[in-house]
């Protein structure tokens, strides 16, 4: 069953905007196939809305925040609700870059301006395609600093909340 919110309804509605998530911004809403069976430690439900080219996939926890589950074992809460996180991909693209360096969202910030300069480097057109996407989407105006802020939130305060398991039993790792 597809998720349902105005921005993923937004999405099945314009090929376009679509297409861009999927081609340029790694967000691809057709791929909604997990690389393993994953539950939630708390039985909460946990809905595929979107995957990525490395095999990870995005889903709604409890139709609240955002969970992306790397193909490597890694998880965290990376936005607060659907809207939230196709802003994240648009607005910063190179999001698993600063990951890393949260809750610094200065460092977060560093890391996203050198690996946004490589990004540059292979996608000159990405400022553009940007600003295609949140147009396309009605993003409105997308300050990275605050999608920073917010991812930051979501992964040292949100996360811990939100504990996913492999068929297993076992935890992933926190991103």
Not at 16 to 40: K, Y
Not at 50 to 72: N, R
Not at 89 to 98: E, I, L, M, Y
Request: hydrophobic letters at 45%; one cysteine or more.
């Amino acid at each position: 069953m597809l998720y349902r919110s105005a921005m993923f309804d937004r999405l099945r509605k314009n090929a376009r905007a679509a297409a861009l998530l999927a081609d340029v911004f790694d967000f691809d809403i057709a791929r909604l196939d997990p690389v393993e069976p994953v539950r939630l430690a708390s039985g909460g439900e946990l809905r595929a809305v979107a995957g990525d080219a490395s095999g990870g996939t995005f889903f709604v926890c409890d139709d609240g925040p955002v969970l992306y589950a790397g193909s490597e074992g890694t998880a965290g809460i990376v936005a607060t609700d659907p809207g939230a996180v196709v802003r994240l991909v648009v607005g910063v693209p190179t999001w698993h870059d600063v990951v890393a360096n949260a809750p610094d969202v200065n460092a977060m910030l560093a890391a996203f301006e050198s690996s946004y300069a490589e990004m540059k480097e292979y996608e000159p057109r990405i400022d553009q395609l940007r600003s295609e996407a949140g147009a396309e989407l009605e993003l409105g105006d997308v300050d990275v600093e605050e999608l920073l802020a917010s991812l930051s939130r979501c992964l040292t305060e949100l996360s811990p909340g939100y504990v996913l398991l492999n068929e297993n039993g076992d935890e992933y790792d926190p991103l």
